[in-house]
């Protein structure tokens, strides 16, 4: 525990460096029109690069068994490594490439009737990040587009869901910087 809590220390000494706009924290408005919830955290590490790392909720109906009336819940987590391209002093604008990595787990039930979905995805996207007003903070919109490899298993009573491969990948942010 003591050399987590060295790390942690060390880290957030190395990150305080950063002027100007470095936290973005931002929500995913389009996973709310699907029944789930995914708030982000971004923090420069530099001129040229940035970590961000989102948690997700989702509740979404789902069939189980013999019943359709289900409540499926789960939650996730995502991590990017954002390479900004354009070099200015704030490295959470502008155009970026960035791997990703994900995974999350649902679970279902209903009656006697359990299952359990989990998947893994790793890919690449590339996007843009808008901060708009001025002085060091403002309003953020990201845009990004790429592809993932997604490996999903399940157990239980849930059945029929084949997600093994190469997925198109859509995503937006909105968010304030400071």
């Given at each position: 525990?003591?050399?987590?809590?060295?790390?942690?220390?060390?880290?957030?000494?190395?990150?305080?460096?950063?002027?100007a706009q470095e936290?973005?924290?931002?929500?995913?408005p389009l996973g709310?029109?699907?029944?789930?919830?995914?708030?982000?955290?971004?923090?420069?590490?530099n001129e040229s690069s940035a970590v961000e790392l989102s948690l997700a909720y989702s509740s979404v109906s789902a069939t189980v068994g013999s019943d359709s009336d289900a409540n499926a819940t789960g939650f996730g987590a995502e991590g990017k490594y954002k390479f900004y391209f354009s070099s200015n002093k704030d490295?959470?604008?502008?155009?970026?490439?960035?791997?990703?990595?994900?995974?999350?787990?649902?679970?279902?039930s209903s009656g006697s009737s359990?299952?359990?979905?989990?998947?893994?995805?790793?890919?690449?996207?590339?996007?843009?990040?808008?901060?708009?007003g001025g002085g060091d903070s403002g309003f953020a919109l990201d845009l990004?587009?790429?592809?993932?490899?997604?490996?999903?298993?399940?157990?239980?009573?849930?059945?029929?869901?084949?997600?093994?491969g190469i997925l198109p990948r859509l995503g937006l942010s909105l968010g304030y910087a400071w």
């Amino acid at each position: 525990m003591k050399k987590v809590f060295l790390v942690a220390v060390l880290a957030l000494t190395a990150l305080s460096s950063v002027k100007a706009q470095e936290n973005v924290v931002k929500v995913n408005p389009l996973g709310l029109l699907f029944g789930s919830a995914q708030f982000g955290y971004e923090r420069a590490l530099n001129e040229s690069s940035a970590v961000e790392l989102s948690l997700a909720y989702s509740s979404v109906s789902a069939t189980v068994g013999s019943d359709s009336d289900a409540n499926a819940t789960g939650f996730g987590a995502e991590g990017k490594y954002k390479f900004y391209f354009s070099s200015n002093k704030d490295a959470v604008r502008g155009w970026y490439g960035a791997p990703v990595v994900t995974y999350a787990s649902t679970k279902a039930s209903s009656g006697s009737s359990e299952g359990k979905l989990s998947f893994f995805g790793a890919g690449a996207v590339a996007g843009y990040q808008w901060v708009f007003g001025g002085g060091d903070s403002g309003f953020a919109l990201d845009l990004n587009l790429g592809a993932q490899y997604i490996s999903a298993s399940t157990s239980g009573d849930i059945s029929g869901v084949t997600i093994d491969g190469i997925l198109p990948r859509l995503g937006l942010s909105l968010g304030y910087a400071w």
